[in-house]
């Protein structure tokens, strides 16, 4: 079966300091990948999607970036961190198949101080 | 653009009981999809149930229905037989004819014993 990590879980990070956060998928050859930001008490904001390794598409102009090194790793950058950057942080994968359900990692709450 | 709306931004249920949680969607892509997520407060956000907009029937899962009208654009879940655990942030999302995954603002469901 399919499982997918995020880490670290939660994050507490000074304004200005850099960001990493890492996501990898198990059980799953060439699955699309996801990168979206929750605001406390809101909808999930999609931030960036691969298709491929190398492959990133930006939904959201800002100071985060995305990396996908790997067929099932995906990383969330920043190289200086903003305090609107605080959030909770989801990652999910999918299959191009049929529903294409996305399906989501337990999430990492970053709080930049 | 795409557009979920969740009226109900909270809602309270007896032990037992039913509950329907309305969604609304704006599309013009003939072809989409439309789920639902629960969000509780671990913050993991967990598939619960996907309509196709060709299905003829509505999709069943479990204690979760969705009641699908496409002339009027809704999707509403309804969960039967209600439980504590039930108590959660609910996410409508549509998927049109592409990646990307668009998401309301979700209703928080608290179920009372």
């Known amino acids: 079966s399919q499982t997918i990590h995020q880490w670290p879980a939660t994050l507490v990070q000074p304004v200005g300091s850099p960001l990493s956060l890492e996501c990898t998928v198990e059980?799953?050859?060439?699955?699309?990948l996801y990168w979206y930001r929750q605001a406390a008490g809101r909808g999930l904001q999609l931030l960036f999607y691969?298709?491929?390794?190398?492959?990133i598409s930006s939904e959201v102009p800002q100071n985060l970036s995305a990396s996908r090194p790997q067929d099932r790793q995906f990383i969330l950058s920043s190289k200086k961190l903003l305090l609107s950057d605080s959030g909770f942080y989801l990652c999910?994968?999918?299959?191009?198949?049929?529903?294409?359900?996305?399906?989501f990692g337990p999430g990492t709450r970053l709080t930049v101080l | 653009a795409q557009k979920i709306t969740q009226t109900q931004p909270g809602m309270f249920v007896q032990e037992k009981e039913a509950v329907t949680l309305d969604c609304t969607y704006d599309?013009?892509?003939?072809?989409?999809?439309l789920f639902w997520y629960k969000q509780p407060s671990s913050g993991e956000m967990i598939f619960l149930i996907y309509?196709?907009?060709?299905?003829?029937q509505n999709a069943t899962e479990g204690r979760y229905s969705l009641n699908f009208q496409k002339a009027r654009k809704s999707a509403n879940l309804v969960i039967s037989a209600s439980q504590l655990g039930d108590s959660a942030m609910y996410f409508c999302a549509m998927r049109p004819n592409d990646y990307k995954l668009s998401f309301g603002a979700g209703t928080t469901v608290t179920v009372r014993a």
């Open positions: 599309t013009s892509d003939p072809s989409y999809g």
């Open positions: 999910a994968w999918s299959i191009l198949a049929g529903a294409d359900t996305q399906y």
């Open positions: 059980g799953t050859s060439n699955p699309n």
């Open positions: 691969s298709v491929g390794i190398g492959q």
């Open positions: 309509q196709g907009s060709y299905d003829q």
